[in-house]
């Protein structure tokens, strides 16, 4: 079994509803995304997948879409005023806990083809939160 890693480092900000403590307040993130993909067999050139093959599908997305950008979820009452004042904002359909981002990240990396097996969310230094694929 073949596996490859790429980590994403972006920042973020979002809060959590539902929450008694100091995150159901806005807040961000130097975040970092770990993005492990596994393979039985490599392709004509002897890769897995070519590490800038990531970057171009997984690394822009994160750029353009999570990277200095609020993560919300659709039901967050303050997500009206953050589109009003032209704020950027990425909406969830699940509370944008690390758990929730790791699994957007995964499934954004499967959509684009790539045989990802796990992504991992460093939410700080010290804090991670994993999304695999089943089994």
Not at 82 to 104: H, K, S
Not at 114 to 124: A, F, G, K, R
Request: negative net charge; contains cysteine.
């Amino acid at each position: 079994m073949y596996r490859v890693t790429r980590e994403i480092a972006f920042c973020y900000g979002h809060r959590l509803l539902n929450y008694e403590g100091k995150c159901k307040h806005l807040h961000g993130h130097n975040g970092r995304a770990v993005i492990v993909l596994e393979a039985n067999a490599l392709d004509s050139r002897g890769m897995l997948v070519d590490f800038v093959e990531i970057k171009q599908k997984v690394q822009r997305w994160i750029d353009e879409n999570l990277d200095h950008n609020m993560l919300l979820c659709r039901d967050d009452p303050i997500l009206p005023v953050l589109i009003e004042q032209g704020e950027r904002v990425f909406v969830m359909d699940a509370n944008p806990t690390a758990e929730n981002i790791a699994r957007l990240i995964f499934e954004r990396t499967a959509d684009e083809g790539l045989p990802v097996v796990e992504v991992i969310l460093w939410e700080t230094e010290k804090c991670y939160a994993a999304y695999s694929a089943s089994g």
